[in-house]
């Protein structure tokens, strides 16, 4: 089979054990971002499937109109991303592992290590020291402080075992069911959404991006969390507001963002206002970049794409292609 896989930045991924999987098929590796159609179209005309990294790549009804050889798209977790209703219609089998079992490690350590920054202001002490300044500030520290965490899956119950282990205090919110999951499984949850952004020190989203989820974030919470309060977001810009993360900073309520996400990534612009904003410390998309996740992430992938080789294909979206 004729398989391109997508946005490869540092051709990663045929440095790892797992990319072996593939032998026997015809494999291109593109390391650069496309996301025009026209281009990306003619770029991708040949190919019978297509491994996505993740959210890089945008998949529309104008792209999959113009790849008629395309039959399978091959790739692991949500997929906001893609347009499954227009995969169906050309024809074109969507496949995606959900990732049961263990947490994305790599992105619930991220999570964390974004929190100690903001609390002991690493990004401005380093600039300050670098520019011959010597310190610039006073953190703080995070023990005995409470973290908020805002969904109750997987990745948001590692992050909460960071935190106890840094002696912090840890609140949930979640939606109804999950919040009665939390209160079974022992958890400490908030009284209220109120009281929930306006009693944490941290408050760190751990939600995936679903219709129900867009924009669930609001300029009213920001506006209760307290001063000083930090805004931690690694899982999709899409569950704030639109604009209400850099209106919030610029009111103070959060005091402090660190984010990993965007609401249109790349970020390409040197002189983008978010990423500027002196309350914000940001990383471009890297939560789940460790060769170990990738390992994990694109092992599942490959064998996707050999189980359809094989006329089996597994953890279909769009399964009425198959006769399912």
């Known amino acids: 089979m004729k398989l ?75 997929y906001p991303h893609v347009d ?29 290590a974004l929190i100690l920054a903001a609390a002991r202001q690493i990004p401005a002490q380093m600039a300050s020291l670098r520019a011959g300044q010597w310190q610039m500030g006073v953190g703080k520290t995070l023990h005995g402080r409470t973290l908020g965490l805002y969904g109750y899956g997987r990745i948001g119950k590692a992050v909460a075992g960071y935190a106890r282990a840094f002696g912090m205090k840890v609140v949930f919110w979640a939606s109804e069911e999950s919040r009665r999951r939390a209160v079974a499984d022992g958890e400490t949850v908030a009284d209220s959404r109120e009281a929930f952004f306006s009693g944490c020190d941290v408050v760190s989203l751990h939600l995936r991006l679903v219709p129900a989820t867009r924009g ?8 209760l969390m307290k001063p000083g309060a930090i ?16 209106a919030g900073l610029e009111a103070g309520h959060p005091a402090q963002a660190a984010i990993d996400v965007f609401d249109s990534e790349p970020v390409l612009d040197p002189a983008d206002p978010l990423v500027h ?48």
Do not use: W
């Open 4 to 78: 391109a896989i997508l946005d490869d930045y540092f051709d990663t991924l045929r440095t790892l054990p797992s990319f072996s999987k593939l032998d026997g098929h015809e494999v291109t590796v593109f390391t650069d971002h496309l996301q025009d159609t026209k281009p990306l179209a003619e770029r991708l005309q040949d190919f019978e499937a297509i491994v996505l990294f993740r959210e890089r790549t945008k998949i529309g009804a104008d792209l999959l109109e113009r790849l008629p050889n395309l039959k399978l798209i091959s790739q692991r977790g949500v």
């Open 84 to 112: 499954v209703e227009a995969c169906t219609k050309n024809g074109v089998l969507l496949c995606s592992g959900m990732h049961g079992g263990a947490p994305s490690f790599a992105a619930a350590e991220h999570t964390f």
């Open 216 to 223: 669930i974030v609001t300029s009213a919470d920001f506006a």
């Open 231 to 246: 805004f931690v977001n690694t899982s999709s810009a899409g569950l704030i507001e639109k604009g209400a993360l850099l």
């Open 277 to 324: 904003h002196p309350g914000l410390i940001a990383t471009p998309h890297i939560g789940f970049v460790t060769e170990d996740e990738f390992e994990l992430q694109f092992s599942d992938i490959y064998d996707q794409i050999l189980a359809y080789a094989n006329g089996a294909p597994i953890n279909m979206i769009n399964p009425e292609l198959r006769g399912a």
